[in-house]
């Protein structure tokens, strides 16, 4: 009977691993999700892991391929283990993640020009700033209100409640 089970991969390898379990007759699922993103001072819609370096496995133990094999596929590291044996996935699991895949959501990470933000670590804690527009791509600019004038300044966006 098929199950699914957890593997983990090697840093930036869950496409090579999975196209090879897939070559070997292993079913595989692994989620994606479109993120925006400041690349290069540009927002671009990027795809990204849902989980980094893992990726689900559907196969029969029983009429192969074996543990040793996926193991040693390209790509892979190893099984997620409970002990000594390898970590059986609920299909329930499986199935509400690949629910959510089909919604296609697109989670939003950066505001546009006009949103108010609030400024939670650094120079400026606590402050709310209007955001203006990105700068590079892990900064962006804000105006502030500051001594009744609005000031720009910029930012590192890991400060901000976004």
């Not at 689900?56 to 044996?85: A, M």
């Not at 400026?124 to 600019?141: K, L, M, N, Q, T």
């Amino acid at each position: 009977m098929k199950s699914w089970y957890l593997l983990f991969c090697k840093k930036q390898e869950q496409l090579r691993a999975k196209t090879h379990l897939e070559n070997q007759g292993v079913n595989c699922y692994y989620p994606e999700l479109v993120v925006e993103k400041i690349v290069r001072g540009k927002v671009k819609k990027v795809r990204e892991p849902l989980f980094p370096n893992y990726v689900f496995i559907n196969f029969d133990v029983e009429t192969g391929p074996s543990f040793t094999t996926i193991r040693s596929t390209r790509g892979v590291v190893d099984f997620v283990r409970c002990g000594l044996s390898p970590q059986v996935v609920s299909e329930e699991l499986i199935t509400s993640l690949k629910s959510i895949d089909d919604l296609r959501l697109s989670i939003d990470q950066t505001p546009t020009a006009g949103d108010v933000v609030r400024v939670v670590s650094g120079q400026y804690s606590g402050v709310e700033a209007i955001y203006e527009e990105p700068d590079g791509e892990r900064r962006s600019f804000l105006l502030i209100n500051l001594l009744n004038n609005q000031v720009k300044i910029s930012v590192e966006n890991c400060h901000l409640d976004l």
